[in-house]
């Protein structure tokens, strides 16, 4: 167990409203990704991380930012959410050569 | 364009018997090839993995085996189990180890075992 959690696991927001999710590890993991996994289209990479203030975008990072101030944790901001950013999401880690062990999920919903 | 496709979103198997899970991928840049195995509200989880260097590998009852020229890779699950009914995920990852391991996911094949 890589010891990853996100915060909150649940959470359902308006439309305009900014939200900020959070992935927290114990392990001291340099590499640190958040997903968002939509039917037809498996996990989609937004963003991610190669060390304490060292972010890049990722496939989809339009309408979200990250921030890394500490090793152990990993913000994912929704800065004014909308309908199309309901989904499911991930963080992960790389914990071996090319494995990444992920989180037990974010489920979000826009209203 | 997705890169990685699985283009069978689903996939209904009796239980003993084998279970095949397709994936085609478009990028060349790919060496590192991975299976993530599903439960509903969970994140999925490392099941196997694939070299480009080689062209099968094995753990137990699972088997991966990758064809290169045809940027092909299947997951063979042998004897499937009840267990093993959840989503599976092919994902693909290149030598850029500067950027970590950013995979690139298909969208999914749900594997449902019948007692």
């Known amino acids: 167990d890589a010891g990853i959690t996100q915060s909150p696991r649940h959470k359902v927001t308006e439309t305009g409203t900014p939200v900020t999710l959070r992935c927290h590890q114990t392990?001291?993991?340099?590499?640190m990704y958040w997903y968002r996994q939509d039917p037809g289209h498996g996990l989609r990479l937004i963003h991610y991380?190669?060390?304490?203030?060292?972010?890049d975008k990722g496939e989809v990072s339009d309408g979200y930012s990250v921030s890394r101030s500490k090793t152990e944790d990993f913000l994912l901001t929704l800065e004014s959410a909308t309908s199309s950013q309901t989904s499911v999401y991930f963080c992960?880690?790389?914990?071996?050569?090319?494995?990444?062990?992920f989180g037990q999920g974010t489920r979000l919903t826009v209203v | 364009d997705q890169q990685v496709k699985q283009n069978s979103p689903s996939l209904s198997v009796q239980e003993g018997r084998i279970s095949i899970l397709n994936c085609d991928y478009t990028?060349?840049?790919?060496?590192?090839f991975l299976w993530y195995k599903k439960y509903p509200a969970e994140g999925p989880t490392f099941l196997i993995s694939?070299?480009?260097?080689?062209d099968k590998n094995e753990d137990g009852r699972f088997t991966v085996f990758l064809n290169k020229s045809a940027k092909h890779l299947s997951l063979h699950i042998v004897p499937s189990q009840p267990g093993d009914s959840a989503v599976y995920f092919c994902?693909?990852?290149?030598?850029?180890?500067?950027?970590?391991?950013?995979?690139?996911f298909g969208g999914g094949t749900r594997v449902l075992v019948k007692p």
């Open positions: 992960a880690i790389s914990v071996r050569g090319g494995e990444a062990f």
């Open positions: 392990e001291n993991h340099r590499y």
């Open positions: 991380s190669y060390g304490v203030k060292d972010t």
């Open positions: 990028n060349s840049m790919f060496d590192y």
């Open positions: 694939i070299s480009s260097i080689k």
């Open positions: 994902a693909a990852s290149s030598g850029n180890k500067a950027a970590g391991n950013k995979l690139t």
